[in-house]
């Protein structure tokens, strides 16, 4: 069994899959703690009804990035976590904090990535670009958590079409629902299944068949 936390911001529907999949066995994990940084994030009250500690803990509360990190790490070693989940969790870690868990972090975003990431581009400001941009399609990635924000190695992708009446909030709604529900989980499920490895940029998936579950063919 592999310990998680998972980090989150908003609504917390990406948590809310994972707590599923951890309940009808498919991920051999237990959510330890589920860390917001914002207060009202409705992914706290997911997490109370779940029966899992919920924390509020924002960088306001520190005098500088460093030190809030260096609270964040000190907490998560003494919960001995295997593993850390960014779930929609708006705050991008500094290079201390990422090489304290070296591939151990892993994030999921609403694009094709390297395309529609970096700076900005979070929530519906990722599905608005690319409707701008006029893509034909799109989807989500699920990476390693390095220094470059939303560019650590991909673990999963998975593409949908983009259709000439969608809008920013219908391709949103799309983008949840069929992939990162499904792409997210799974992810976490081969990472606690010891069946992903890293070799530099490139991440290998020992469990080619699981991911027919989820309609990726490789
Ligand atoms: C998701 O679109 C995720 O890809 C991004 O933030 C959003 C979080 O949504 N990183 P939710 O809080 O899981 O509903």
């Not at 599923?20 to 994990?29: F, L, Y």
């Not at 939303?150 to 219908?170: F, N, S, W």
């Not at 799309?174 to 792409?183: A, C, G, M, N, Q």
Request: aromatic share 10%; with cysteine.
């Amino acid at each position: 069994m592999k310990k998680l936390a998972v980090f989150v911001s908003g609504s917390g529907s990406n948590l809310q899959a994972i707590i599923d999949q951890i309940k009808i066995g498919e991920i051999p994990a237990t959510i330890s703690c589920v860390i917001s940084n914002k207060k009202d994030a409705y992914a706290l009250e997911r997490a109370r009804k779940n029966g899992i500690q919920a924390i509020y803990i924002s960088r306001r509360d520190f005098p500088s990035s460093l030190e809030y990190e260096k609270y964040l790490v000190n907490f998560l070693k003494s919960q001995k976590i295997d593993y850390i989940v960014l779930a929609g969790f708006l705050y991008i870690f500094s290079e201390y904090f990422v090489e304290e868990f070296r591939n151990k972090i892993i994030n999921i975003h609403p694009s094709l990535l390297p395309a529609f990431g970096g700076k900005g581009m979070y929530g519906i400001n990722v599905h608005k670009s690319v409707l701008e941009y006029g893509m034909k399609v799109t989807g989500a990635t699920v990476h390693f958590v390095d220094v470059v924000p939303d560019g650590g190695p991909i673990i999963l992708q998975k593409a949908i079409y983009v259709r000439e009446d969608d809008t920013p909030e219908t391709l949103q709604k799309r983008v949840l629902e069929e992939i990162e529900w499904k792409i997210y989980p799974l992810a976490i499920k081969l990472l606690c299944e010891d069946k992903i490895e890293v070799v530099g940029r490139k991440v290998i998936i020992k469990d080619k068949e699981i991911l027919k579950k989820v309609g990726i063919e490789i």
